[in-house]
């Protein structure tokens, strides 16, 4: 939606209906402006906080489980783990995942691509995303995830921790992975933030750093965690530019479990430096070569049946191949652990 800001002139805004209510033409609102402040690239809306004169209802339940809890926009919500929930029982004493894969990548734009590589070795795959608060809290923020929806690439959606608004809710990872496996029939799970992701240039301030604790709780749950490395051929940075720190950190350091971890073998002097680099985490991990022979035209082919733009921080698929190839080998080596 447009709104004016006195002497700014015409922004862009977003309002959540569900816990704002429905902004109409001539409203007048409150605002939190603080992303356009900030000039972010992620998220760059006026966010609308109220419509002052038309409050929506009073929430009526179900559901007692809090979310962006103690702010000023917590919301209500049915946890799938919850007592009143009609799944509780089946997840009450729920202890395992019973091998299933689950790939595992920082950013949120490592989704598309994951579901490309699995999906066009596999069709038909039965994927849920598991999203926790480490980027955006509202899952309604990501249009990636609703247009994955709406082709019928993802299942469903669960948000767990903080982060709201998907198909179930839960109040942890673990039971978010156990909804997905007894309550959704996922085949295959991928946790990965939503967007925003946050990073400081220290070794342990980034928000990925849940990656490795992703790992750790598909290990504990008696999953497969698939470690996606997050690679970049296009990044100026120096601690992003082949395997980035965040990968490195988080599988390398916070990771205490074993997982698999695909490496693309993506040729010529830099897919060397890539297999050398992802050569760190070899003690504490399996790491599987993968060819990625076809997987730009998947990739490609991909957007336009999807309506999904490839794009990792502003880079297109052309200006990164190399994150993008790196991310649907993590499916396309997935598709080979489904019988």
Not at 162 to 178: I, P, Y
């Amino acid at each position: 939606m447009d709104v004016t800001i006195g002497d700014d002139g015409d922004r862009r805004a977003l309002a959540y209906p569900a816990l704002v209510g429905r902004p109409e033409p001539g409203d007048t609102v409150l605002l939190n402006t603080t992303a356009l402040a900030m000039g972010l690239g992620t998220g760059g809306y006026a966010m609308v906080v109220a419509v002052p004169d038309r409050l929506p209802p009073d929430p009526t339940g179900p559901g007692h489980l809090v979310k962006a809890r103690y702010s000023p926009l917590q919301a209500t919500v049915l946890g799938v783990d919850e007592q009143d929930s009609p799944h509780h029982a089946l997840l009450a004493d729920a202890d395992s995942l019973t091998g299933m894969p689950v790939i595992i990548a920082d950013l949120h734009s490592a989704l598309p691509p994951i579901l490309a590589g699995l999906l066009g070795d596999r069709p038909g795959t039965r994927v849920v995303y598991v999203m926790p608060d480490g980027g955006a809290l509202p899952a309604w923020f990501s249009r990636t995830a609703a247009r994955l929806r709406e082709a019928d690439a993802l299942a469903a959606t669960i948000t767990v921790g903080q982060a709201f608004g998907g198909d179930l809710e839960a109040v942890t990872l673990h039971t978010g992975l156990l909804a997905a496996r007894l309550v959704l029939g996922a085949e295959v799970a991928i946790v990965a933030q939503g967007p925003g992701n946050l990073g400081t240039g220290t070794r342990w301030g980034f928000s990925g750093v849940g990656a490795g604790e992703a790992v750790n709780a598909v290990s504990v749950l008696s999953g497969r965690p698939v470690a996606s490395l997050r690679v970049s051929e296009g990044d100026e940075r120096g601690r992003h530019h082949g395997v980035s720190h965040h990968s490195l950190t988080a599988y390398g350091r916070v990771a205490l479990a074993r997982a698999e971890v695909p490496v693309p073998e993506l040729g010529g002097p830099f897919g060397e430096r890539v297999a050398a680099q992802a050569a760190a985490l070899g003690d504490r991990h399996d790491l599987v070569p993968v060819g990625v022979t076809g997987l730009q035209d998947v990739l490609t082919a991909a957007e336009q049946d999807w309506c999904v733009r490839m794009s990792t921080m502003g880079r297109s698929l052309d200006e990164d191949l190399a994150y993008f190839l790196t991310a649907a080998a993590a499916g396309r080596h997935t598709a080979t652990l489904l019988a």
